[in-house]
């Protein structure tokens, strides 16, 4: 899994244009990825997810690309709002053995739209 | 559908104390749930998975006696921070998965603890 990083990284987009948060994962044998977007003091929410055997699936405005070859996982926002600033995070599944119902969370990017 | 209760949102206790937080999954059974711990501008370490009926189990450098996990119903869990220090302040969140969706995990709102 990730390691966790004592600060965020921090992506500033400006109202209107596409955002573009990647995440790298570390497990080969997971198979099922999620993104989740948090707001301050609130649980994570779910965005979208992909199981392994796809490279792509897209949402209401939003796009998720995994690259399995380089374990790359990335989220893509459209017409970014301010409504959609917050913390996101992919979280991954092993899909099989122990622990196989967990999710272990990356570190997050926070997202700040600029008005 | 699919939503999961917790409860308190914001808890201050006294060092030494016990504070307990509830997950309550509300419209669907769970036998599995999950507990997760955040610190500031980080991201969810994974405490442990509470399973209906049996022991929880614990992630590697999390004090079950501390951390005390019950899940007597397949819509309730309770963790149950004992005898708590200033270093336990923290944002806890739980999770709980839906059998009838695949891969189903819906989260709680969060407990935030402070311990003065």
């Known amino acids: 899994g990730e390691s966790v990083g004592l600060h965020l990284p921090t992506l500033s987009v400006q109202e209107g244009d596409n955002s573009i948060i990647n995440c790298a994962y570390s497990n080969s044998a997971s198979d099922y990825f999620i993104w989740y977007k948090q707001e301050s003091g609130k649980g994570p929410q779910f965005i979208i997810d992909?199981?392994?055997?796809?490279d792509k699936r897209q949402g209401q405005r939003v796009t998720v690309l995994l690259n399995k070859t380089v374990k790359h996982l990335s989220l893509q926002i459209a017409a970014t709002q301010p409504g959609d600033s917050a913390v996101y995070f992919c979280a991954e599944n092993k899909g099989s053995g122990a622990g196989s119902y967990q999710l272990t969370f990356g570190k997050g990017t926070k997202l700040s739209v600029i008005p | 559908g699919a939503v999961v209760s917790q409860h308190p949102s914001r808890v201050i206790c006294k060092s030494g104390t016990s504070v307990k937080i509830e997950c309550r999954s509300l419209?669907?059974?769970?036998?599995?749930m999950f507990w997760y711990r955040q610190f500031p501008k980080q991201s969810l370490m994974l405490m442990a998975t509470?399973?209906?009926?049996?022991?929880?189990?614990?992630e590697q450098g999390v004090e079950k006696d501390k951390f005390l996990i019950n899940h007597a119903s397949l819509t309730l869990s309770t963790l149950t921070v004992t005898s708590a220090h200033p270093e336990d302040s923290s944002f806890y969140i739980c999770?709980?998965?839906?059998?009838?969706?695949?891969?189903?995990?819906?989260f709680g709102s969060g407990t935030r603890l402070t311990v003065v």
């Open positions: 509470s399973n209906e009926g049996s022991k929880a189990t614990y």
């Open positions: 999770s709980a998965m839906n059998p009838d969706r695949i891969y189903g995990y819906t």
């Open positions: 992909i199981r392994s055997n796809m």
């Open positions: 419209d669907f059974q769970a036998t599995t």
